[in-house]
């Protein structure tokens, strides 16, 4: 299932991880994704804008795994030896034709395996970052169907109320995000 680091050329690979975080490998992405995804490298970032508000979206109906379902601002996996910040750019400006500043680790030790009712299993090592808008958004149709900018404190509400319209990674984070509740500090407030 891994390949040498380098030897998949033109493909994008993810990091495969072993189970104390250290790289083991790489694996074409395109393919990782299955019934019996191995533990690889991932990041989620939340992009606010000046009014402090988050960006939400909804995955594609044609995505993998959690089609249709809202989610946070954008995911990813950083190619081998490429930095998290560099990642996390590279992403937005993929899926979102976004520019993103201010990139900032919010839960740097964020960890998650969830199933999809298709089977299809999420098994990573994601840290989470927080950044800020720098441009309009234009996503990617093939990865993204829908996106609202809402109040942190709305969204929080929504995914206790509604877990299974959003993404299992989302729901996890947004309890460490917002220790406090929605009222309580966030992210964005906490440096």
């Not at 040498?4 to 074409?28: F, I, K, M, N, R």
């Not at 970032?45 to 009014?51: G, N, S």
């Not at 959690?66 to 989610?71: E, F, S």
């Not at 970052?129 to 169907?145: I, K, N, Q």
Request: hydrophobic letters at 45%.
């Amino acid at each position: 299932m891994a390949s040498e680091a380098g030897s998949t050329q033109d493909a994008e690979v993810v990091v495969l991880l072993a189970e104390d975080g250290t790289p083991v490998g790489t694996h074409e992405k395109a393919t990782v994704h299955t019934l019996d995804t191995p533990l690889h490298l991932a990041f989620s970032t939340h992009v606010f804008d000046d009014a402090g508000r988050i960006l939400v979206t909804r995955r594609a109906l044609g995505k993998k795994a959690w089609p249709g379902v809202w989610t946070n601002s954008f995911c990813g996996h950083p190619a081998p030896h490429e930095p998290f910040e560099d990642a996390v750019h590279r992403r937005a400006a993929q899926e979102l034709g976004l520019r993103v500043a201010d990139i900032r680790p919010a839960l740097p030790d964020f960890r998650y395996r969830a199933v999809d009712a298709s089977g299809i299993v999420e098994n990573e090592i994601c840290p989470v970052y927080t950044a800020v808008a720098d441009s309009a958004v234009a996503p990617l149709p093939a990865e993204v169907m829908d996106f609202q900018w809402v109040d942190a404190g709305e969204l929080v509400r929504a995914v206790a109320a509604t877990p299974w319209a959003f993404s299992p990674w989302l729901t996890l984070q947004l309890p460490l995000l917002y220790p406090q509740g929605a009222d309580g500090p966030g992210p964005r407030d906490l440096s």
